[in-house]
Structures are given as structure tokens and as C-alpha cells.
């Protein structure tokens, strides 16, 4: 059988098809597979895979193709001399001597908040195609549009009334980025604000918010634990139907199409999403699904505005949600979808 190889930093022990991860977060790549093998491909992590009938080579984001370039090379190269141990060899590299340069493609998912030299040019001319949600780059021939591929599985979230969930909830990683877009600093400003202010009725959960040392706590320098944290969840859907409101920043402002599923985990959970990233989310998803974080200039406006909302209102929106989740708007960002433009493409 042919063989498809994903190559990535964080996954290479094929872990994308790990079907127990967070969320139903691997379900794209599962469905994917099961695709390519109707067609007599098997889709495989690169970490010890063979090139024997290896037909492509799907690289994800920068770091799989230039490991060791940059400040992040240059501390792998230190770790390598103080852990003793070699450094890993350039895959990348690896591909062209055995014959691949014209069956390899990269993936951009990650925005210049988290790998800068995604975008950097040099790094694209290494490949004849693209796949990005960057709608400023998609072109259609090199660049081609990948819409951040979602779940089919729904939790069997319960139905509680609106006057039984608490208000607001904020479930994501303590962060930090140097970038001038970046939205990890105000996330962090919400948070501060709402344990303040609505101290009963606000939870934090995540990684990283019990060791005030890491992330964003050393950019905007608090050193105070947060009373609010809760602690870490295996599943957003496990307590996200118990709030009305969930805070959904994406890592970065600005950015054509770059919609992740911070949007949709609170859609399927019937929790309204305050959304702050793209500016374009409402060619995308629809306008009165949730609550845009652009319309308000404070979190005090903003905890006006929650606060005041009627169950009426409410209710709307949650209709408005469950009818984008059935449509064909919805449906662009399902595995369906993202299986068939990576078949299409390739020409599989």
C-alpha cells in the first residue's frame, strides 16, 4: 500500500489519530485516514516511517522543515550539547535526497503570534503547494484554503435553564507572545476583571494558571496567584453547558480566516461565545451566533452588556447557533471537507 506521511514536531508518534484526545480534537485526522485508505493510502506519522511507496510527505507549520533555524534552533542546538545527545537530522532535508521535492506540501496553521517564520517567504518557496486559512494568501494554485477542520462529534450536553448557569468561563493555556497582535494579553486582562468583579460567578480553567511564573504572568508581571482557576479539564464540553458566556480569544487579532475551534467548542455545548480574532468571522459565521468582543471598549462595558441580558435574548441566540451548526456555512469546516481538499489537491 502507498503511504502518506505527516510530519510534525508535536505529533510524530501518531498521536494526530489518537482517538481519546481533548474534545474529539483528532477527529479530522481520523476521518482523514480512514479516507485515504478507501483509496489505498495509509496515512502514517513520518518518526521512523520508511519511503518505500511513499507518495507525499505533509509537513505542518515551520518547525517541521527548518528545526533548527532561529533563536528556537539555537536553543535546541544548546540543549543538544548540555543533554548530550544529537540533534534530530532535517527531515526536510531527508525528502529531497530521496527524490521528494515535487510530493511534499506545507501546512500553516499556527499565526505569526505563535511561529513567525510561517510567513516568512523563503520558507515558502521551498514548496509548490500551500495549505492555509490565511485568506490573504490563498490564491488557489500554490496557496490553497484550509478551513481549521472541527469535530463531528456533539457532546450530549444537558439543557440547563438560563438562570441556573453561571456567567462566564475562560478555558485556554497561560500564554505569552511577543507579537504586537497578539491577544494573550488581554485575555488575561478579562480574567483579572471578571474574578474581581463578578467573583462568584466567573471560573478560570487551564494549563499553566496555577504557577503564576509562566506565560503572560511574566509579561504583564503578576506574580499573584488567580483566585478564580479551577483547574484543568480533559473536555471543554464537561462544564462549559453550566455558563452562559465563554471567553473565546484566539492567540491573535487580524488575521483573515483564522477561526479555530475555541468558537465552535462553545457552540456545541450551547454556551454563547464572546469571540475577539479574525476581523472577517462574519464571513464565516454568522453575526447573531455570538457575541463580538470588538463591539465593546471595556471589560466593564462588556460585563455590563452580559449581565443584562435577558433569557429572551439569550435564548435567540442559542437558536441562531443551533441553525449555523446544521448549515452548509458549518459544514465547510468539518472532516468531510477537509478530507476532500487535501484529496482533490493532491489529486488522489
Request: aromatic share 16%; with cysteine; proline share 5%.
Amino acid at each position: 500500500m502507498k503511504t502518506i506521511l505527516i510530519h510534525s514536531i508535536s505529533g510524530n508518534d501518531d498521536s494526530f489519530f489518537n482517538p481519546n484526545e481533548r474534545d474529539g480534537y483528532n477527529d479530522p485526522y481520523i476521518y482523514l485516514r480512514e479516507k485515504l485508505y478507501q483509496k489505498g493510502y495509509l496515512l502514517k506519522s513520518s518518526n521512523g516511517a520508511s519511503f518505500d511507496n511513499c507518495e507525499w510527505v505533509l509537513f505542518y507549520d515551520e518547525p517541521s522543515v527548518t528545526p533548527y533555524k532561529g533563536l528556537r534552533g539555537l536553543a535546541s542546538r544548546v540543549k543538544s550539547i548540555i543533554l548530550s545527545k544529537p540533534i534530530t537530522k532535517n527531515f526536510y532535508k531527508e525528502c529531497i535526497k530521496r527524490g521528494m521535492k515535487n510530493r511534499m506540501v506545507l501546512f500553516l496553521w499556527e499565526p505569526p503570534s505563535v511561529h513567525p517564520l510561517n510567513w516568512e517567504s523563503d520558507l515558502h518557496k521551498l514548496f509548490s503547494i500551500i495549505f492555509t486559512w490565511n485568506d490573504e494568501y490563498v490564491d488557489g494554485v500554490k496557496f490553497v484554503k484550509m478551513f481549521w477542520p472541527q469535530t463531528r462529534k456533539f457532546p450530549d450536553s444537558p439543557v440547563i435553564d438560563f438562570k441556573d448557569k453561571k456567567l462566564l468561563i475562560n478555558i485556554s493555556m497561560n500564554k505569552s507572545s511577543t507579537h504586537p497582535r497578539e491577544l494573550y494579553s488581554e485575555r488575561l486582562n478579562s480574567i483579572r476583571y471578571f474574578e474581581k468583579y463578578q467573583t462568584d460567578n466567573f471560573d478560570l480553567y487551564g494549563v499553566g494558571w496555577d504557577n503564576p511564573t509562566i506565560g503572560v504572568a511574566i509579561k504583564n508581571n503578576h506574580s499573584e496567584k488567580y483566585p478564580s482557576y479551577k483547574g484543568t479539564l480533559l473536555n471543554k464540553w464537561d462544564v462549559l453547558p453550566k455558563y452562559r458566556f465563554s471567553l473565546c480569544y484566539e492567540n491573535i487579532y487580524d488575521e483573515s480566516g483564522f477561526i479555530t475551534e475555541k468558537i465552535f467548542d462553545c457552540f456545541r455545548a450551547r454556551c454563547v461565545p464572546i469571540y475577539w480574532g479574525a476581523q472577517n468571522i462574519t464571513d464565516y459565521v454568522d453575526k447573531k451566533t455570538f457575541i463580538n468582543r470588538r463591539d465593546f471598549k471595556s471589560n466593564k462595558e462588556l460585563e455590563d452588556y452580559l449581565v443584562g441580558m435577558s433569557e429572551k435574548k439569550y435564548n435567540d441566540i442559542q437558536e441562531a447557533i443551533q441553525k449555523y451548526l446544521a448549515s452548509d456555512r458549518f459544514a465547510k469546516f468539518l472532516p468531510p471537507n477537509f478530507a476532500h481538499t487535501i484529496i482533490n489537491t493532491l489529486k488522489l
